[in-house]
């Protein structure tokens, strides 16, 4: 079964410095990668995805995650943050074919707080 | 466009009691998905359809829960005997078709007294 592993669960940083967020997958089939994000009261919104293709990914809001299959991860990267950023972020996976229909499996989510 | 509405957006209810929780998908979507949010975890997989019909089930937790999707557009998650243990937001997504990009609805947080 497909697991999913988000390595920090709180990533405190000041306003403008580069942000990491970890996230690495158990899969070893093909798969489809995700990363949401979700702010306070709010639903889960799509940041980025990985389907196939060019292992760098860009998002919304200056986000980009960089896929690697050798070590299964699927890290998630902004150069410069914003207080506005803040929010929980949550990287999800499903596998490619067979009968997964698109069933994401979540990780446990990392909450971003930007300090000023 | 309109995109996923859930229903009531929050449900306050006591211990054994029967809820129904309302999704509305996106229009023309025909994959709809339920997951399951407790506190301080990521959301689990609970049902999925595809059109009417469920197609997995799998993630239903036991047979207190049940949804349907009678008309293939709204869906309805059932949950019998409450349990406080059943408290979390109840999330439901949709998609154009399955494995497509699921859209995400603002979710319906219960709570069970």
């Known amino acids: 079964a497909q697991s999913v592993t988000q390595l920090d669960s709180q990533v405190p940083v000041f306003e403008e410095a580069p942000v990491e967020l970890r996230c690495n997958y158990s899969?070893?089939?093909?798969?489809?990668l995700f990363w949401y994000v979700q702010y306070p009261n709010q639903g889960l919104q799509l940041l980025l995805k990985y389907l196939s293709g060019s292992t760098l990914v860009k998002g919304i809001n200056g986000f980009e995650a960089e896929f690697n299959k050798s070590q299964t991860s699927f890290h998630l990267r902004k150069p410069s943050v914003h207080i506005s950023d803040t929010a929980e972020y949550f990287c999800a996976a499903y596998n490619a074919g067979g009968t997964s229909y698109g069933k994401l499996t979540f990780g446990q989510g990392t909450i971003l707080t930007v300090h000023p | 466009g309109a995109g996923v509405s859930q229903t009531p957006s929050n449900k306050v209810t006591e211990k054994g009691k029967y809820v129904e929780l309302r999704c509305d998908p996106i229009?023309?979507?025909?994959?709809l998905y339920w997951y399951r949010q407790s506190l301080g975890q990521g959301p689990e997989f609970l049902i999925y359809f595809q059109g009417t019909g469920a197609a997995d089930d799998s993630g239903l937790p036991n047979d207190r829960f049940f949804a349907v999707r009678p008309e293939g557009s709204v869906s309805t998650l059932k949950i019998q005997r409450t349990e406080r243990g059943d408290s979390a937001v109840y999330l439901c997504?949709?998609?154009?078709?399955?494995?497509?990009?699921?859209?995400f609805g603002p979710g319906t947080r219960l709570t069970v007294t």
């Open positions: 997504a949709s998609s154009l078709s399955p494995g497509n990009e699921q859209y």
């Open positions: 899969s070893s089939v093909s798969v489809y």
């Open positions: 229009s023309g979507h025909t994959a």
